[in-house]
């Protein structure tokens, strides 16, 4: 084996275990906006911990915070990350006990892979551009195939 494919693999069991961490949260976040009867308070508490949690951790790391060159060239979008969170949290936690962790979570991955096979074709948002393959399309259509599934069930 080599190293490239141990990274690779490496790589893979760290998404994997971010896949589990989403899970987890959409499930801690759900028990949260009952207590307070809100998903969007909920979701407001929860990125203000991860927030507090992200600032002590950039605080320990050092360095500048901002640095005027860099950031003048980012793209518009750029800026969008925290915004695309905050909806993605909210609306999970309104729709996890309406779905349940299972369907939540693939129809969750369903969507970021139909995206992705579009950022990727095109290159679009930073990624690298990779060409549409029908492995990578019979791989997504699977997917797409076991929602139905799970939601059938």
Request: hydrophobic share 60%; proline share 3%; with cysteine.
């Amino acid at each position: 084996m080599n190293m490239k494919s141990l990274d690779t693999i490496i790589f893979i069991f760290l998404g994997l275990c971010v896949g589990a961490s989403i899970a987890s949260q959409t499930g801690v976040n759900a028990t949260l906006r009952m207590a307070l009867h809100s998903p969007i308070q909920a979701a407001f508490f929860s990125f203000l911990i991860g927030t507090l949690f992200l600032g002590v951790l950039v605080f320990l790391n050092g360095g500048r915070w901002f640095i005027e060159s860099r950031l003048a060239s980012l793209p518009w979008w750029a800026w969008l990350g925290g915004f695309l969170g905050a909806c993605n949290i909210a609306v999970s936690i309104f729709l996890a006990p309406r779905l349940g962790a299972l369907l939540l979570a693939v129809s969750v991955v369903t969507g970021q892979i139909i995206a992705s096979l579009v950022f990727d074709h095109l290159g679009a948002l930073g990624y690298p551009k990779i060409e549409l393959s029908i492995t990578r399309v019979l791989g997504s259509v699977l997917v797409f195939i076991g929602l139905l599934l799970v939601a059938h069930s």
